[in-house]
């Protein structure tokens, strides 16, 4: 079982930055890719980047292309999406979640593994 802790959330000014970092528990933390999602209030949770278990592919949603970074220290067994140029469309919580990737790596909730508890991040204008 892996367990999750999502932390750097906070309050920022649009334009501004913050790097969420997400600790997992466990020693199968480089078996699994990881993705981060998030879920902005009255709306459907949606993906936004997801790694794979060595670090060297990434994917991302649309929205924050060329804005977020997504990377990985699997010997800190730990995930982390650096956000920048940060618009008020970014809020919401963030959720990181540990994907099997059995075919290749993943962009639905219903595929993942473990989820972590959550951490909002709310930009203000």
């Known amino acids: 079982q892996v367990q999750l802790v999502e932390s750097g959330g906070g309050l920022v000014q649009a334009g501004g930055s913050l790097r969420l970092s997400c600790a997992a528990s466990?020693?199968?933390?480089?078996?699994?890719?990881m993705g981060w999602f998030r879920q902005a209030p009255g709306k459907e949770r949606e993906f936004v980047a997801v790694?794979?278990?060595?670090?060297?592919?990434?994917y991302y949603a649309d929205s924050v292309k060329d804005r977020f970074t997504i990377s990985r220290d699997n010997a800190k067994n730990t995930v982390y999406l650096q956000m920048n140029s940060l618009k008020p469309e970014d809020t919401a919580v963030y959720y990181c979640?540990?994907?099997?990737?059995?075919?290749?790596?993943?962009?639905?909730?219903?595929?993942?593994?473990?989820w972590g508890q959550g951490t909002q991040v709310t930009v203000s204008s």
């Open positions: 790694v794979s278990r060595s670090g060297s592919i990434t």
């Open positions: 979640a540990a994907d099997p990737a059995y075919f290749g790596l993943n962009r639905q909730m219903a595929k993942m593994d473990y």
């Open positions: 466990g020693r199968t933390f480089s078996t699994y890719a």
